[in-house]
């Protein structure tokens, strides 16, 4: 079946670095424009970075400059290599397969599209 499944997550100190994978099984990730969406408490889904299927990537202000994306040359991973991590960076990171308009908790996004959705990472990032 189709699924994407997270990585990497955990307990860093502020300043500190994380990489975040994402594998694919059931396709391939070369024409997917892919998303690393995070949520945290009383917020809504927020996207973070997304990588193009032509390689062109986003990153969302606050993470600007901080964090990359990136694609495996197997082509069925992403990577989000986050440095110079913050307190506020603290969240449930989600990888997807799917853009959405944001106005919703990203549960409710992965419950109508769970093929298109990880199960989600949590990265705490204390001061």
């Known amino acids: 079946g189709v699924q994407l499944v997270e990585s990497g997550g955990g307990s860093v100190q502020a300043g500190g670095s994380l990489r975040l994978s994402c594998t694919a099984s059931g396709f391939t990730l070369d024409d997917t424009d892919m998303y690393w969406y995070r949520q945290t408490p009383g917020n809504e889904c927020e996207v973070v970075s997304r990588i193009s299927s032509d390689g062109t990537t986003y990153y969302a202000d606050s993470v600007k400059g901080r964090f990359t994306i990136s694609q495996g040359n197997a082509k069925n991973t992403i990577y989000l290599q986050m440095n110079s991590l913050k307190p506020e960076d603290t969240a449930v990171y989600y990888c997807?397969?799917?853009?959405?308009?944001?106005?919703?908790?990203?549960?409710?996004?992965?419950?109508?599209?769970?093929?298109?959705w990880g199960q989600g990472t949590l990265v705490t990032v204390s001061s």
């Open positions: 997807a397969a799917e853009d959405i308009p944001g106005d919703e908790r990203c549960s409710r996004y992965r419950e109508t599209a769970p093929d298109a």
